[in-house]
């Protein structure tokens, strides 16, 4: 008797993520449960066999939903098929407000970088903005960056990148922030009018 096989696809992998936004509001079980249906489809070949992934380098929009997200505002997927990354192009850390994000590399690799703020002991000294874990994703992983987090991304140097990335908002209507590491200032930013990351 043969064995049935069944395949995870693109629409039952959409569908698992909107059950996840319809049926929590916290935004790390949110982020958790989607990480691992992105695990799951990652596995499959995807994004490289869906019908909306192209093949230049750019930005291919997935899903997008007005109505279900962290709470509410609409989440979005999005898949990328980055260009080579320069060897002096370096990305400065942001965050995604309170929007959590969660990235998926199919494809070649992504480093992230999480930073924290370290207050001196020195009270009348500003907190600075300091590295505190960095990961390397490999095709099949997934991390999540839950809101308010600040990291930064950098695709590979060497070989093509191709990653997932799930938004629990639209970032187009988040205020966000981005870090100059040199002097921990940070500038706010919505991504529709500002630096995009």
């Not at 899903?63 to 260009?83: M, Q, V």
């Not at 300091?130 to 308010?148: A, C, H, I, K, N």
């Not at 695709?155 to 997932?164: A, H, L």
Request: aromatic share 10%; charged share 20%; glycine share 6%.
């Amino acid at each position: 008797m043969a064995q049935a096989t069944t395949t995870y696809t693109e629409e039952q992998f959409v569908e698992d993520v909107k059950q996840v936004f319809a049926t929590s509001q916290d935004a790390r079980d949110q982020a958790q449960a989607i990480a691992d249906h992105m695990r799951r489809i990652l596995a499959t070949g995807w994004p490289m066999n869906s019908n909306k992934f192209g093949a230049e380098p750019g930005t291919y929009p997935i899903y997008a939903s007005d109505d279900l997200g962290h709470p509410n505002a609409g989440f979005r997927i999005f898949t990328y098929r980055s260009a080579l990354r320069r060897a002096d192009q370096v990305q400065s850390p942001h965050d995604h407000g309170a929007c959590f994000v969660v990235y998926g590399v199919a494809r070649g690799s992504n480093q992230q970088t999480v930073y924290a703020w370290t207050y001196d002991d020195d009270r009348t000294q500003p907190p600075t903005l300091q590295p505190v874990r960095s990961m390397l994703q490999e095709p099949g992983d997934v991390d999540y960056f839950l809101p308010g987090t600040i990291h930064s991304t950098e695709g590979s140097s060497t070989e093509e990148t191709i990653y997932v990335r799930i938004t629990s908002e639209d970032l187009e209507k988040v205020w966000r922030h981005r870090y100059n590491l040199a002097t921990s200032a940070s500038r706010a930013f919505l991504s529709g009018v500002g630096p995009q990351s």
